[in-house]
């Protein structure tokens, strides 16, 4: 993502920061040096950052789980409304959502346990000034007694059954693991969006600028999850040979580049196959067409750009097993016969219209290729 720097690297997880988050350490300094002066600035600044560090390890610690678990993590990227953490694919068994998604909280609370103990022990030696953590003067009790407090809310505010937060993916679980993912999704998620709206209520009546925008970001993602799951219900039973796009031309590897364009303009879909007799060769988009057109390599072969990355699903590979699938950064898939060949093409773009005109209309009939897609199935999740 732009706009972020990396910071650091854990797990060989890079954690970035996004600029904005200067903004709320920006805040901290004014807030606490406005009343406290340069001495108040500072402690804002230290206290806003050690509370993102705080953040940083509630995200590592949904990634270190979900690594366990066999997912990938991307990154780790801190925002001034908190932190995401970034997982290749999902989760596919509710029991390993539940443990990735309670690792977060947890913590925090190992955190704010620790800091605790230390308050303690500190007030035993008489090293803790309580009646400077409780009139909130900038020093070292009243950083520890706020980073306690802020790792407390962090751990509890993020258990909240309201999704996609950790407590309603821990609601969705246990749903998932009773009545199966589909069900289970729409329904911690139809709750996460009537909860989503009492938390936007409760922040503009409060004037908590931040919530409120944290409970509509809430209601749109809760909002997404719903209407997939409905989708993926939808066309459940449907197989790849169901989606398959047959293409309307090939393109032969020997065909120039100038007249692969000029093939191309008699059709619209997005990807054309290069194909030798039965033998899918490559596979090239439009935009790679033009690409090339604009560098002037209007004669070469269509082979010299013809990408060979793409997928291969057999003709009776599952919708489920597919959306999947599709996955990394050609996202083209090659539906095949079982003896390996070629019958057509799933593309993402298309594969998001099926899901949402299944999302809107029930199993597709037959789908559209290269409309918009307003539902995309995501192929990496946010924690
Ligand atoms: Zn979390």
């Not at 209520?201 to 809430?218: C, D, K, T, Y």
């Not at 090939?250 to 364009?261: F, N, Q, R, T, W």
């Amino acid at each position: 993502m732009s706009w972020s720097l990396q910071v650091a690297r854990a797990f060989g997880i890079p954690i970035r920061v996004h600029l904005t988050f200067l903004l709320i350490v920006a805040w901290g300094a004014f807030t606490w040096g406005s009343q406290h002066g340069a001495r108040g600035a500072l402690f804002g600044v230290v206290s806003m950052l050690l509370l993102f560090v705080s953040v940083a390890l509630h995200e590592l610690g949904h990634s270190v789980v979900a690594q366990r678990r066999g997912l990938a993590v991307r990154e780790i990227l801190l925002l001034p409304i908190g932190g995401i953490a970034a997982l290749d694919g999902k989760p596919s068994r509710p029991r390993d959502e539940l443990w990735i998604a309670l690792a977060g909280p947890a913590v925090n609370f190992v955190i704010a346990v620790g800091l605790g103990a230390a308050i303690f022990g500190l007030n035993a030696a008489g090293h803790f000034d309580l009646a400077a953590a409780r009139a909130m003067t900038p020093g070292g009790s009243t950083l520890v007694a706020l980073l306690l407090l802020g790792n407390l809310t962090l751990g509890l505010f993020n258990l909240l059954p309201i999704f996609p937060m950790d407590g309603g993916r821990v609601l969705r679980a246990l749903l998932a693991g009773r009545f199966g993912m589909e069900r289970g999704t729409r329904w911690a998620a139809g709750f996460g969006q009537v909860a989503a709206v009492g938390l936007g209520a409760f922040a503009v009546l409060s004037g908590a600028l931040v919530l409120s925008v944290i409970a509509v970001m809430i209601f749109f993602a809760a909002g997404r999850e719903r209407m997939e799951a409905k989708a993926l219900g939808a066309m459940k039973g449907l197989r790849a040979a169901d989606l398959a796009q047959v293409p309307g031309l090939l393109l032969e590897p020997g065909d120039s580049i100038g007249h692969a364009v000029a093939k191309a303009l008699r059709t619209s879909d997005g990807v054309l196959p290069v194909v030798l007799g039965e033998t899918l060769l490559g596979v090239v988009t439009r935009a790679e067409l033009a690409l090339a057109m604009q560098r002037g390599r209007a004669h070469e072969p269509v082979a010299a750009i013809a990408s060979k990355a793409w997928v291969e699903v057999e003709l009776g590979t599952p919708v489920e097993t597919v959306i999947e699938s599709m996955d990394g950064a050609r996202a083209v898939m090659a539906v095949v016969h079982d003896d390996g060949v070629p019958v057509g093409v799933i593309t993402r773009d298309h594969l998001h219209s099926a899901v949402l005109l299944s999302s809107l209309a029930g199993p597709p009939k037959t789908v559209a290729p290269g409309a918009p897609s307003g539902v995309a199935p995501r192929d990496r999740t946010e924690w």
